[in-house]
């Protein structure tokens, strides 16, 4: 029997202890697609389905370590960012990424489902000046484009204009995530010279625990196994839309999407 190694990412991002988001949802989407995952732990969270009770964040060379020890020997086809709390860590992770022949996927992680806080103010500025300009694809929601642009988007007609915005910040792509807006959930893909529309049905669902995560993770998952940023964003769409279409209830709260739909 051939044994064949399969494609490899790595996340960049916190732990969720209950399982729906962060690292952990991660990795498992990534299982689910094929990938080898991999994880470079920068916070640990007390989270479950009601909320966030606490972070905390890892020591900028514990960090530092864990990356330069995964890419210094196993080396990633793709990585994604998820939840970076404080400016060291952002820099430490722009630094490493920028040098990395990679593509990066970031998740400009700043509010968690719940509504509790996961970013830094301070931490903000540097992720618009040093992590954002390294990145393939950056994936706001549009909270998240407020945060970063100043730029409130309030119909899908505005969403063309955050996504420039957003472009002026360096990536290479923008995929604005128009899911709160109402009607049709509509995300927006462009690099500036292209533009995509994605469109999924508004599933009765509020299990919706750790969908940027979902989707951020399997982008990075299908440009690691070779497809180009329009392609893997489909997937990726296709992907998650059916995670939450059979997202179920976990704890008292928000449950979360469910990473083996495919399987069960």
Known sequence: MTVTTPPRVLTVAGSDSGGGAGIQADL???????????????AVTAQNSVGVQGYWELPAEAVRA???????????QAVKTGMLASPELVEVVAVTLGAYEA???????????????LLAPEAVETMRTRLLPVATVVT??????????S????????????????LELGPAWALIKGGHLPGEPVD??????????FTAER?????????????????????????????????AKEYVTGAIRLGFPLGDGIGPVDHAWRWR
């Open 66 to 76: 864990q990356l330069d020890s995964v890419l210094g020997d196993i080396g990633a």
């Open 28 to 42: 498992k989407t990534m299982l689910a697609l094929g990938v080898h995952g991999m994880s470079v732990i920068a």
């Open 103 to 117: 593509p990066v996927v970031v998740d400009p992680v700043g509010v968690s489902k719940h509504g509790d806080s």
């Open 140 to 149: 706001p929601n549009l909270w998240e484009v407020e945060q970063l642009t």
């Open 203 to 235: 599933l009765d669902n509020r299990h919706t625990h750790g969908t940027g995560c979902t989707l951020a993770s399997a982008i990075a998952s299908h440009l690691a196994m070779g497809e180009d940023v329009p392609g893997a964003v489909g997937k």
């Open 188 to 197: 927006l893909l462009t690099d500036g010279a292209r533009e995509y529309r």
């Open 151 to 166: 730029v409130k988007v309030e119909d899908e007609d505005g969403m063309r204009r955050a996504a420039d915005a957003v």
